[in-house]
């Protein structure tokens, strides 16, 4: 207890409480549930968070301050969102509405490394069990994202934008960003562009290696906005080159990636109004486990080509009822997904990892919400149908008996029906309560399904191609999953008591045919695997599993100028059918933070503490993690309103400390040994400049 209480004093001391003029806040309502502080807000509904106010460089970070939700940082922007206990496909993620097709098999380019962070303008997640008007697949949350393309000029044509920069010396780490916008009060057009890049970061261990980024990200879209119709037209590129990722076996050498959309909605007459979307994203990706960290002997050096590409579609109808409404809606996606091994020092030497993958989606949905007064219901039922399908592999260039198995191995997928599909039905109830009080309770019914991914659907070689699993452990798939079902229930509070607020939730979940690893009982695949990695392969299988645990926020405004506030997690995930622990989840943690503003000026010190992870999995030995707690404070100054001067420390004792979910170190050369549990930046020091125009 001792360090908590000498960290929640440092934390005080931090702010200089002499700066503490008297002068209201605009804008600072709280309402009912509602807790908001600078950048932030977390209700029973929902908790946003202004991503492009936060100094940093992956946008995945801001889960942390999210109650529920954490990240599995694979690497420095290779952010998995985690949420209750689920993450990776898990999750849905979409920017404006729609999703990207990954074309990394390990997710080097999670949906999240998509979204800068300087020209990211919010980042949601769903408390609780996502309507299924949201997204199609959405068995473990939804996060939803914004791209700051800037607003129309109701004043007439203008020109606006602004251009920023921001630097940490821990790495050289910079990100640079710059917004133009052409807009009238009908037409828009906007262009964005930022530059992330940086080298290995320190940890009081030493250098994290290869930790080094090089990230470009641009978007050019034009809106329209007429009385009943609005257009939204964009184009968009991101190209990522040489950035390490030391919990996977291999590092970014480039993603580069195009995507384009169009958006438009209609309303129809005064009850009814049409939604469309349209989204093709497509993936060219080269990763390797030779340029970036310590090289291993030639004839082990390998380079994975990967690519992926593919189109959302959504059209929805949304009808306005007297007292309710009513949308149905239909989603259509596709995927497809090649990836080629081979060896530079070898010609011969080369792995088909996946070969005209394709994972087709088609889903229909109705979802009717009665929102009249003190009891709110929302009912909604979304089936759908997936299907998959592999073309047949090879793999050569392998001498002696690893040749043999490996053919063999090829052979039987090659043998094997390969086309699959899965048709599910997906329900949703929430009833939302509100006492005269102001208190409100809500309960939340869910039956979710997910159908399997490719990876562990079709990864016929054990490898370590898992979609950013980073357990170390080489997976085959298993071309005979099941769909997952998880039926749940989320119970919320919102209360606000004066200047108190507080939401918590409880929820429940209970998985049949979870998909996870489990020992693999085919012998070639156990040979092959004992001689690339020392280990048997695990086959992803479906298992049965249950997820249960509780979060909250709450502010407490001291003061127009001073507030405390906090955010809380707490998940427990297990094996129903043997004893053992769901793999990866983030332990106990929560964060107090103090907060003193006026118009000008900001200083907030937090303290963020992660209590130790003893419940882990034993299927793949996941390692345990002790607890640690960090402070951390930023300052952000406006000293005119086109000018934003922001400064914020990380780590300030300059504690050595690793994070549960970051994964284990995989790369040779690095101060981390390989099969150590990467650790936590050191005390880091970042400022930024922003022009508003
Ligand atoms: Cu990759």
Do not use: C
Request: aromatic share 8%.
């Amino acid at each position: 207890m001792n360090i908590f209480l000498t960290t929640a004093m440092a934390a005080v001391l931090l702010l200089p409480a002499a700066l503490a003029a008297q002068e209201p806040i605009d804008g600072r309502t709280s309402a009912v549930d509602e807790l908001r502080v600078i950048g932030r807000s977390v209700t029973t509904d929902m908790a946003r968070i202004e991503v492009s106010r936060e100094l940093l460089v992956d946008t995945a970070t801001v889960l942390k301050d999210i109650p529920g939700a954490n990240v599995n940082a694979n690497g420095p922007v290779t952010g998995i969102a985690q949420y209750r206990g689920m993450f990776g496909d898990r999750i849905s993620v979409v920017i404006d509405h729609l999703g990207v097709v990954s074309g990394g098999p390990n997710a080097m380019d999670t949906p999240l490394s998509y979204l800068s962070p300087m020209i990211t303008e919010n980042l949601s997640v769903v408390r609780g069990i996502p309507s299924v008007s949201l997204a199609p697949e959405s068995i473990g949350g939804h996060v939803s994202t914004t791209l700051s393309r800037g607003d129309f000029s109701l004043a007439g044509p203008a020109l606006s934008g602004f251009v920023g920069s921001r630097y940490s010396a821990n790495g050289n780490v910079s990100t640079s960003a710059s917004r133009l916008t052409l807009a009238s009060n009908t037409h828009k057009l906007s262009f964005i562009a930022e530059v992330d890049d940086g080298a290995s970061v320190s940890t009081p261990v030493g250098k994290s290696r290869p930790s080094q980024l090089h990230r470009e990200r641009s978007d050019l879209s034009y809106a329209f906005a007429g009385g009943s119709t609005s257009v939204l037209l964009f184009a968009g590129r991101l190209d990522t080159d040489d950035t390490g990722t030391p919990a996977l076996p291999m590092d970014i050498r480039f993603i580069d990636t195009k995507l384009a959309g169009a958006q438009a909605t209609l309303e129809l007459n005064e009850i009814a109004s049409l939604e469309t979307r349209v989204a093709w994203n497509d993936v060219e990706h080269l990763m390797d486990n030779f340029g970036l960290r310590q090289a291993p002997m030639p004839p082990m050096q390998r380079q994975n080509f990967t690519t992926g590409s593919g189109t959302q579609a959504s059209l929805a109808t949304t009808i306005a009822l007297s007292g309710s409404t009513l949308i149905f809606g239909i989603d259509t996606s596709t995927a497809d997904h090649d990836a080629t091994i081979t060896n530079p020092n070898n010609a011969m030497f080369r792995v088909d990892n996946f070969v005209d993958v394709s994972r087709d989606m088609l889903s229909v949905f109705a979802e009717w919400k009665r929102d009249a007064g003190r009891g709110d219901i929302e009912v909604g039922m979304r089936a759908r149908r997936v299907q998959t399908d592999s073309g047949e592999v090879f793999a050569g260039g392998m001498m002696g008996d690893m040749g043999t198995n490996v053919a063999a191995l090829a052979d039987a997928f090659n043998m094997a029906d390969r086309s699959k599909s899965w048709n599910s039905v997906d329900a949703v109830l929430k009833y939302r309560w509100q006492i005269e009080s102001g208190a409100e309770w809500r309960v939340e019914l869910g039956s979710k399904t997910r159908a399997p991914s490719y990876q562990e659907l079709y990864l016929w070689l054990p490898l370590q191609a898992t979609g950013g699993l980073a357990d170390g452990r080489s997976y085959i798939g298993g071309l005979d999953l099941d769909e997952e079902r998880s039926n749940e229930i989320t119970i919320g509070f919102g209360r606000d008591i004066g200047r108190f607020t507080i939401s918590p939730q409880l929820f429940f979940k209970r998985i049949d045919a979870y998909i996870q690893g489990v020992p693999s009982t085919d012998m070639t695949a156990n040979m092959v695997s004992q001689m690339m990695s020392g280990n048997p392969a695990l086959q992803f299988s479906n298992v049965d599993a249950e997820i249960y645990g509780a979060d909250i926020a709450w502010q407490l405004e001291l003061s127009d100028q001073w507030s405390l506030d906090g955010v809380a997690s707490w998940t427990r995930g297990k094996r129903r059918d043997i004893n053992d622990n769901l793999y990866r989840l983030a332990p106990p943690n929560a964060s107090i933070g103090l907060l003193w503003e006026n118009d000008r000026l900001s200083i907030a010190s937090e303290l963020v503490a992660y209590a130790e992870q003893d419940n882990v999995s034993v299927f793949n030995a996941e390692q345990r993690t002790p607890g640690y707690a960090l402070i951390n404070a930023t300052l952000t100054w406006t000293p005119a309103d086109a000018l934003r001067i922001e400064t914020r420390l990380d780590n300030l004792f300059d504690t050595t400390y690793q994070d549960h979910v970051a994964g284990i170190n995989r790369a040779d050369g690095s101060d981390i040994p390989v099969g150590v549990r990467l650790y936590g930046a050191e005390r880091t020091l970042s400022a930024g400049i922003i022009w508003s125009f």
